[in-house]
């Protein structure tokens, strides 16, 4: 279980993050949803460890919780002058994964042996989607997957989430593609002034466009 307690988060004198509280269970595709500037981004970053905050972020299992999370970010960087495959042996060494076999293609199709400059923006993210998901990390956030995307690659997103949650892993992910979210999450949750103000189960997806649009 992640519970997030009394999360806020400034940035000078704006106010993102407004004491939320929320709790993701393990087993679970938890969406995110909010207009631009709700502060989806800056609360993946604050679970991940990438920024400071007041409140608190406790999981649930033992050990440090940024060594135990694969994530995503909306706009992943890569090294200049480095290939997709060395930039997932990288990862993988960093992981403490030996021995790692990387061929000239995987899962999403990409060249591996070209240089990342070269690459699209979604086969980029697809690319920084396949590294967070080196290792058996127990949690998976990702800012806005689907993104640049092509429909095939939306689909092994969606498929490889459903396999996440059958390992009993917690997933968390934002997306602008309402769709997306209604077809793979187990609940949706509204972001809106810094807190979370709704939480949707299945029988309550219909609700989500309309409540997006009255914001």
Not at 13 to 25: G, M
Not at 135 to 147: K, M, R, S, T
Not at 185 to 194: A, W
Request: contains cysteine.
């Amino acid at each position: 279980m992640l519970t997030i307690s009394n999360l806020s988060k400034r940035y000078g004198n704006k106010q993102v993050l407004r004491e939320l509280s929320a709790s993701f269970a393990e087993g679970r595709v938890h969406g995110i949803i909010g207009l631009n500037g709700a502060g989806k981004t800056t609360l993946f970053q604050c679970i991940s460890g990438l920024l400071e905050y007041t409140g608190s972020v406790q999981y649930s299992k033992p050990g440090p919780l940024k060594n135990q999370i694969g994530y995503v970010p909306a706009e992943p960087y890569f090294f200049p002058r480095i290939t997709g495959g060395e930039y997932l042996a990288f990862l993988a060494h960093a992981k403490g994964i030996k021995g790692a076999e990387l061929p000239g293609s995987d899962t999403f199709e990409l060249p591996l042996r070209e240089y990342i400059e070269h690459y699209s923006t979604g086969m980029k993210r697809k690319l920084a989607i396949q590294g967070a998901m080196i290792g058996a990390a127990d949690l998976y956030i990702l800012d806005e997957p689907f993104n640049g995307v092509d429909i095939k690659s939306n689909l092994l997103i969606k498929q490889r989430m459903e396999e996440l949650r059958a390992q009993g892993k917690t997933v968390l992910f934002s997306s602008h593609i309402i769709s997306s979210l209604t077809e793979v999450c187990d609940e949706i949750h509204l972001l809106k002034d810094g807190r979370i103000a709704r939480h949707y189960l299945p029988a309550d997806y219909p609700a989500v466009e309309s409540d997006l649009m009255a914001l």
